[in-house]
């Protein structure tokens, strides 16, 4: 019998500067004692928030003759975790994994959007496609305007009474995935948070934070990363959640406090020890 770290598919792109997507999640899940195979579906000079021209190499015609290669190889996969998305096609190439590694956990992070406002990159086609590979998803890790926009909802910038946090976890669940995770809410009653919910048990979750007056990118894929390598390695939802919220926390903490041009991205490296060790930082609730 193989006797191998978990392995994850990653099919994300390749941001070289600017600490997002594959930059973090090779990092992030190698502390964690999971094994990444990168997948890059295209490969940008930067991310796309605010440092000027960016130089861009699209893969969509790499991703299915690699996935054919993987195949061929007879490679093993405990997760197939999919981000940010370039073109129609390549989420045709993510659903062809899906099928090729039908026991692995389908993790997708619909990249779309954030501040209440779509990427540039993304069109309603794109959206539509997006919501498409959630319906095939295991578990789906939006951010509040993603969940907005897979809902087909306009954004709502005001704070969310529980029920309406509700209502989005269910609905979203309700298009496929048996876990829904809402990144970077904002609780009338209960301040910023993480919310999560669990299908099959019923269970709706949530995990605390502290306000911090700045916003970074990269920071969904950081968190997406830890959630990954935290049900990898048998962490239940909520436990997760609250590993990737406390570890998310800390890194944008200790970044804020020196100072950084906020498009550099969070200064994880400073931080990544954390992950290695066992400890939880944060604590969960039921929402
Ligand atoms: O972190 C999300 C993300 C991923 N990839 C690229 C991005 C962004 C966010 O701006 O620009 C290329």
Same mark, same amino acid.
Not at 261 to 267: A, I, K, N, T
């Given at each position: 019998m193989e006797n191998r770290p978990a392995r994850v598919l990653a099919i994300h792109d390749l941001s070289g500067f600017g600490r997002c997507s594959l930059t973090v999640i090779l990092p992030i899940l190698s502390a964690m004692r999971v094994q990444v195979c990168a997948l890059p579906t295209a490969v940008l000079s930067t991310h796309t928030g605010g440092l000027g021209e960016v130089q861009m190499r699209d893969l969509t015609d790499f991703i299915t003759p690699a996935l054919q290669h993987y195949e061929r190889l007879g490679l093993g996969f405990e997760c197939v975790y999919t981000g940010f998305? !370039?073109?129609?096609e390549q989420i045709t190439s993510c659903l062809q994994a899906f099928s090729l590694w039908p026991d692995a956990i389908k993790v997708v992070d619909p990249v779309m959007g954030d501040h209440g406002k779509p990427y540039r990159t993304m069109d309603a086609g794109m959206v539509g496609r997006m919501a498409e590979l959630v319906k095939s998803a295991d578990i789906i890790t939006p951010n509040l305007t993603e969940s907005y926009l897979l809902l087909g909802e306009s954004y709502d910038f005001s704070p969310l009474p529980r029920g309406k946090a509700k209502s989005m976890l269910a609905r979203l669940c309700e298009m496929g995935p048996h876990q829904a995770v809402i990144t970077g809410a904002t609780l009338l009653? !209960?301040?910023p948070c993480n919310l999560g919910y669990d299908r099959e048990r019923g269970s709706y979750w949530m995990v605390p934070c502290d306000y911090m007056p700045v916003s970074y990118p990269g920071t969904g894929d950081m968190f997406a990363s830890v959630l990954v390598g935290g049900l990898l390695c048998g962490d239940s939802l909520p436990i997760a959640m609250a590993r990737a919220t406390g570890f998310l926390e800390r890194t944008i903490k200790d970044t804020f406090s020196y100072s950084s041009?906020?498009?550099?991205?969070?200064?994880f490296e400073r931080d990544i020890g954390v992950l290695m060790g066992h400890s939880v930082l944060k604590e969960f609730t039921l929402l």
């Open positions: 998305l !370039g073109s129609p009653d !209960g301040g041009d906020p498009r550099f991205g969070v200064q």
